[in-house]
Antibody, heavy 117, light 107 residues
Framework: EVRLVESGGGLVQPGGSLRLSCEAS????????MSWVRQAPGGGLEWLSV???????FNADSVKGRFSISRDNANNTLYLQMNSLRGDDTAVYYC???????????WGQGTLVTVSS | DIQMTQSPSSLSASVRDRVTITCRAS??????LNWYQHKPGKAPKLLIF???TSHSGVPSRFSGSGSGTDFTLTISSLQPEDFATYYC?????????FGQGTKVEIK
C-alpha cells in the first residue's frame, strides 16, 4: 500500500526556519517525481516544489530562494526546508507523489505550519 | 508562468444535476491537465489525469475533456458526496500551477 506521512509542522516566528518531512512507504521516492503543495486558510491549492526522479528540482516563484526540496534515499523520505518564513506561508502543507504525466495519485494527510509572533 | 483560470468560482446545484466546470490555460499545454477533488480537512483526490483519463477507482460520472487551452470537467449526475472544491492543474511547464478552484455547493 502506498502511504505518505508528513511531520514537522508547528508554530514558528516570522523569519524563522522549519523542515517538513514526508515518509513514504509502498514505493521508492527516488523512482518518481515528488511535490509539495500547500493550502493557506481560506485559499486554494498552491503548488510549491517538485523533485524529479533524476534529482532535478523546481520551485514556484513564491518560494524560490527560501524553500528547498530534497530527499533521503536511505530513509525513503522527502523534505521541504523552509527559511525566511513569513505570515503568508501559514498553511497546511501536503506532500504528494506527483508526475507530469499522471498527476498526483497519492497524498499525505497534511501538516499545519503557522508563522506568527 | 502558465496561469490557469477556472469558471465558475462557485456554483450551487442539486443532487442528480449535470455539472460542468471549465479550466482555461494561458498558453497551449497539450493534454497535461489534471483534475482534483478537495474536501475540508482531507487530502485532495485525483480524479482525471492527461485531460481525459480517469484515475483508478473514480466513479464513471466524472469525465474530462479538452486539449490546448480549454478543458472541461463534467459530473454527469451529482451525488451528495460530490459537494467539494474542484481544481485543475497543469503539468506542462517546469513550474506547475493549479487553478483557483470551483466550489460546488448544495442548492
Amino acid at each position: 500500500e502506498v502511504r505518505l506521512v508528513e511531520s514537522g509542522g508547528g508554530l514558528v516566528q516570522p523569519g524563522g526556519s522549519l523542515r517538513l518531512s514526508c515518509e513514504a512507504s509502498g514505493f521508492t521516492v527516488t523512482n518518481t517525481y515528488m511535490s509539495w503543495v500547500r493550502q493557506a486558510p481560506g485559499g486554494g491549492l498552491e503548488w510549491l516544489s517538485v523533485i524529479h526522479s533524476d534529482g532535478t528540482t523546481f520551485n514556484a516563484d513564491s518560494v524560490k530562494g527560501r524553500f528547498s526540496i530534497s530527499r533521503d534515499n536511505a530513509n525513503n523520505t522527502l523534505y521541504l526546508q523552509m527559511n525566511s518564513l513569513r505570515g503568508d506561508d501559514t498553511a497546511v502543507y501536503y506532500c504528494a507523489r506527483m508526475s507530469h504525466i499522471r498527476g498526483a495519485d497519492s497524498w499525505g494527510q497534511g501538516t499545519l505550519v503557522t508563522v506568527s509572533s | 508562468d502558465i496561469q490557469m483560470t477556472q469558471s465558475p468560482s462557485s456554483l450551487s446545484a442539486s443532487v442528480r444535476d449535470r455539472v460542468t466546470i471549465t479550466c482555461r490555460a494561458s498558453q497551449d499545454i497539450g493534454t497535461y491537465l489534471n483534475w482534483y477533488q478537495h474536501k475540508p480537512g482531507k487530502a485532495p483526490k485525483l480524479l482525471i489525469f492527461a485531460a481525459s483519463t480517469s484515475h483508478s477507482g473514480v466513479p464513471s460520472r466524472f469525465s474530462g475533456s479538452g486539449s490546448g487551452t480549454d478543458f472541461t470537467l463534467t459530473i454527469s449526475s451529482l451525488q451528495p458526496e460530490d459537494f467539494a472544491t474542484y481544481y485543475c492543474q497543469q503539468t506542462f511547464s517546469s513550474l506547475w500551477t493549479f487553478g483557483q478552484g470551483t466550489k460546488v455547493e448544495i442548492k
